[in-house]
């Protein structure tokens, strides 16, 4: 193993469809019993809860639904035996930027990483410094879902944002979650 961390990256693991969570669980035990835990950091299955409908009325029990089927994202550091490790575990089928015959593959950008880990609520203060006060947003997700407009203030100790729309052709501020906005 290199002696110097590289810098750490997402990238998006290929899987077959509804295997997400098992071969998730595979590379989690592979990392653990190979002692990989200082280069994939992070094994993530992007899903939400979701209330089970019934005749279209809600039965009061939850179920998880996948966001991307068939992929998972996966937070390392690109090394031979990282990038080995991922792609030879059992269900990974392949890894998205990766052209073959030994070509590593590219990493997903932060803007394109960004949405999944919101959509999962998970923020991190890097997140913040690529927002601004006047920067167009789209909410995507929760009861406002689809709405646009601009950020008229953002707090980082609550995560609340405040985003300035229009309902019924007026300008109205709505305070929405950080994780729940992003840009357009």
Known sequence: MPTQLGEKQWYIVTTYSMHESK???????????????DYILRVLVAEKEEEVLEDGKPTGKKKMKQLYPGYIFVEMIMTDQSWYIVRNTPGVTGIAGSSGGGQKPTPVTREEIEPVLKRMGMVDESMYDRYNVG????????????????????????????????????????????????RI
């Open 23 to 37: 071969t998730a669980d595979n590379l989690r035990k592979r990392i653990e019993s190979m002692n990989m835990q």
């Open 135 to 182: 920067d167009r947003v789209k909410v995507i997700h929760g009861p406002l879902e689809g709405t646009e407009g601009t950020i008229i203030s953002i707090d980082k100790t609550t995560g609340e944002c405040r985003v300035d729309t229009v309902f019924f052709g007026r300008s109205t501020p709505i305070d929405v979650d950080f994780s729940e906005i992003e």
